[in-house]
């Protein structure tokens, strides 16, 4: 059974910063690379960052690569996401999963209609 509680979102002027956190389910975190999505209102959920599950790699969408920081702790099951310089076109709800189809391995994106569990995300707001 998957479970994934994303938390950390909030409201966030232009160019401040937030830290996302995700924990996720033993079994699944100890053997799959992690990514993190999002889903602007109105929008297609996409993706946005993935890490291997060693860490070591590390895979971002251009709109984000520079801004933001993917990062896992194996020892608490948990995935992080920093976000700085936030803008308000990252105004989203934000999710985790893993790396189900084995695509990504933390070095390319992971493909958002490949899963039938989401958390329930976490909502990040930036104001203009």
């Known amino acids: 059974q998957v479970q994934l509680v994303e938390s950390g979102g909030g409201l966030v002027q232009a160019g401040g910063s937030l830290r996302l956190a995700c924990a996720a389910s033993?079994?699944?975190?100890?053997?799959?690379?992690m990514g993190w999505f999002r889903q602007a209102p109105g929008k297609e959920r996409e993706f946005v960052a993935a890490?291997?599950?060693?860490?070591?790699?590390?895979y971002y969408v251009d709109s984000v690569k520079g801004r933001f920081t993917i990062s896992r702790d194996n020892a608490k099951n948990t995935v992080y996401l920093y976000m700085n310089s936030l803008k308000p076109e990252d105004t989203a709800v934000y999710y985790c999963?893993?790396?189900?189809?084995?695509?990504?391995?933390?070095?390319?994106?992971?493909?958002?209609?490949?899963?039938?569990?989401w958390g329930q995300g976490t909502q990040v707001t930036v104001s203009s």
């Open positions: 999963n893993y790396d189900r189809t084995r695509r990504s391995w933390g070095r390319a994106p992971m493909p958002v209609d490949s899963y039938d569990y």
């Open positions: 890490i291997s599950w060693s860490g070591d790699s590390t």
């Open positions: 033993g079994r699944i975190f100890k053997s799959y690379a």
